[in-house]
Structures are given as C-alpha cells and as structure tokens.
C-alpha cells in the first residue's frame, strides 16, 4: 500500500503544447462499420460499450460501411454537402466581416459542419433545438435565410432581434432554434423541459439539447440528465466534443475518465458515441434517437467525436495554446472533404462539380452578404431603433421603462 504522506493536487494537462507534435495515438478509432446497431427499445444496460467506442459509416476509401448506412439518397447527400460547404463559405465571409470591422465578433464551425448540418435531417418541422453558438448549421440546413443571419451579425436595421443580442446569437421559433444565451449550459435543463411539455399535453414534437465538452462541467448539464431520465422527456441529449473549451483541453471537464457519453449510463440513459466529422454517421445516430425519443421511449445521450478546427472565436488565438498544426492531424480528417470523396465514391460527384459548386455558393454567400449590407453593419448604415432597446423586455412596458425612454428623449 502506498505511505499515507502530504496530499498532492492533480491538475490534468493536455497532451502536447504549442511548439509540439501534434499527437492522437491516445485517441482510439474504431474501423467504420464496426459498431452494432441496435433496436431502438434497447435496454440501455446491453449497450454499454457504445458510449466508450464510436459509430463510423465513412472508411477510408470513402465507402459507407456498416450497420448504420444506407439511410440516404444520393440527393440528400448532395444536399448535406451543399449545407456543409454553405455553413464554411459562410463562417469565412463573416470571419473576415469581423476583420473589416463590419461586426464586432464572430465564431466559426470549421470542422464541425457535419454535425449540425446532419443533425437537422434527422429532425421533422416543429421539432426544437436549443442549441449552442456553434451550431448555426441548424439554420443553414433548414433553409434559413442567410441574409437574415447576416442582418443579426451586423445588428443592422434589418436585424430580426433588433441589435439587442451580441452577434450569432441566433433565434427562430419557426426553424426550430431557440434563443442562444450567453450563459453556457442554461439551454440544456431547458430542452429537456420543452420536451416534457411536449410529453404532459400529449404533442408529438421531440426537443434536442446542445452542449459543448467544456461546458457539461456546469451544473445545468447535470439537472437535465436527472429531469431528463425520471420523465423519460423525448429529447436528444448531444455533446458536441471538440477536444477544446476555449483554451482549455476536454480532460480538464472530464476529468480523465471514461467518456463524456458515458455520462448518461450513470443516470440510466442510452449513450453513444459517433464520428462527428462522419455526415453519415451523426444523421444515422441522430435518427435512430429521434425515433427513440418519438416512440415514447426517453432521451438518449450521443456524444460528437470532433475537433475544433478554427480560433474558438474571433476573439481567440489558438496558437497561444496548442500546436498549429494539430487539426491537420485530427484522425477523424475533414467532414467536407469525407463527404465530397463518398459522392465520388458513389459516382455522383467529381472534383470540377466540388470546384464548381463552391464558386456558385460563394457567389450565393456574396449576394447575400450585400444585401444585408444594404441594411446596415456595425459602424455604417441603418441601425434598429433606439426605441426598440426598450421594448420585450415585460410583455406590457411598465412605467418606469416608459420614464427612462423618455429622460432618454426618444
Ligand atoms: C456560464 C459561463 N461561463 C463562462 C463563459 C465564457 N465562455 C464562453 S464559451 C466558453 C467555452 C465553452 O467551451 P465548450 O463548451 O467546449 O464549447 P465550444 O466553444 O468548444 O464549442 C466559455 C468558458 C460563458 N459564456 N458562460
């Protein structure tokens, strides 16, 4: 047995550091189509080893293998494709928007479009997202308009929420996606509510629930797997592992063991883990949740193997933390690029039709990016009215704001 002596603090460290050699040898990846599919009523007890290993349809040569393939058309993936390389021609525009001073701030999706972007398919009209900052791939896959995201991001006089909100921070009742808040985590205890509501007066929409790897550290993460499990609420309990929080490492919210899957099996809820750089994959586990989640059978909790490819934010220097090139070497590569090599694979794509179609949705993202420009941006153009501060803040405006509106003079 070891001496009793003084107590030592653990402090968890990421692998490598800026300047070293970006490695993932600690990151197992199971072949594609390796994972069993289970039945939807599973027991979740039989499926233990899902929330250590991860589902994967795409292998290397670009085929889709395995239990979880087959579930879309070649024209539904050629759709996705589009979504994803429209959410990337998106993020550069506004990233460099931000640069120009046109917007204050911007966070960009770089590696994770397959994530929200396939995620949306899996979803039915009147479903609702409460999602994070880092899935507008949501909206860009339901056929929001861009131009109205731009508006938002310039808090011009066309902005749906009226510059009253920091940039990207997102709502549309009607697309399913619910208010972003600034306060990490907040969302997630809320979907789980929304979904049982959705249960206690007998509706038939389900509710998903979005979190980043750093943030289930935060104590809302943790109410709503125990509300989520007691109730059975028909809700998708997803965390988007990005291997950073900010500058933060994920072992630092995880503490070094097990999974953030894991998670769930504690609280009694099926969890699982998939490729989120794998199209395929997350709309096949995505799917089978939704159905899970239809059938009255609960939540299911499904982590997202990715990796943040970009700064956390316009704000952000990633350099100052891990080494440059270590989304080079991330072993689950490129959703794009993964998806892009399986249409080729599949025949219905080539290198000029990628070429070709990104040249169209730059164009697309440009017209947009003008006409929401025409409305305004941060510092040139119209701006929502002063008066507007004011208001939604109670649903009738009582006195007082009324007195300040007008010792404000307008
Ligand atoms: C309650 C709260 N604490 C801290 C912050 C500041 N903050 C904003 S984003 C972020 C990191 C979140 O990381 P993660 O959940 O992994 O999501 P990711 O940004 O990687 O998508 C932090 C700490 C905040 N917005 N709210």
Request: net charge negative; proline share 6%.
């Amino acid at each position: 047995m070891a001496e009793a002596g003084k107590l030592r603090f653990h402090v968890p460290e990421p692998e490598v550091r800026p300047g070293g050699t970006p490695d993932f040898s600690n990151v197992p990846i199971p072949k594609a189509g390796s994972v069993p599919k289970p039945p939807i009523d599973v027991d979740p007890r039989e499926i233990r080893d899902l929330a250590f290993s991860i589902i994967r349809v795409l292998d290397r040569a670009g085929e889709a293998v395995g239990p979880w393939a087959g579930m879309l058309s070649d024209e539904e993936l050629l759709e996705g494709l589009r979504h994803m390389m429209t959410l990337r021609a998106f993020d550069a525009r506004m990233q460099m928007a931000q640069r120009q001073g046109k917007t204050s701030f911007y966070m960009q999706h770089l590696g994770e479009e397959a994530v929200s972007c396939a995620f949306r398919r899996a979803l039915d009209k009147g479903d609702m997202n409460f999602p994070t900052y880092r899935q507008a791939g949501l909206l860009i896959a339901d056929d929001y308009p861009m131009v109205t995201m731009m508006n938002q991001i310039y808090s011009n006089e066309a902005d749906p929420l009226k510059g009253r909100q920091l940039p990207i921070m997102y709502s549309s009742k009607e697309h399913g996606f619910f208010s972003i808040s600034g306060n990490l985590a907040t969302q997630y205890i809320q979907a789980v509510g929304w979904a049982m509501a959705s249960a206690i007066s007998g509706d038939t929409r389900i509710a998903a629930a979005w979190i980043g790897d750093g943030s289930t550290a935060e104590s809302d993460f943790h109410s709503a797997l125990v509300f989520a499990s007691t109730y059975k609420a028909p809700v998708i309990l997803n965390i988007v592992n990005n291997q950073w929080a900010i500058s933060t490492f994920q072992g630092i919210a995880r503490g070094g063991a097990g999974t953030f899957a894991a998670r769930g099996l504690g609280f009694g809820i099926p969890a699982l883990r998939v490729d989120g750089n794998d199209y395929l994959a997350v709309h096949a586990v995505a799917k089978w949740a939704a159905e899970r989640a239809r059938a009255n059978l609960g939540p299911t909790l499904i982590e997202y193997v990715t990796y943040r490819a970009g700064a956390h934010s316009t704000s952000d220097d990633p350099s100052a933390y891990r080494p440059k090139a270590e989304s080079e070497a991330w072993p689950l590569g490129d959703p794009v690029v993964r998806l892009k090599n399986h249409l080729i694979h599949r025949g219905v794509w080539s290198d000029e039709r990628h070429a070709q179609a990104e040249t169209e949705i730059l164009e697309t993202v440009i017209t947009a990016q003008k006409e929401a420009e025409s409305h305004g941006t941060l510092h040139a153009g119209g701006k929502p009215s002063i008066r507007d501060m004011f208001e939604g803040l109670y649903a009738e405006m009582p006195p007082h704001l009324k007195r300040q509106r007008q010792q404000a003079g307008i």
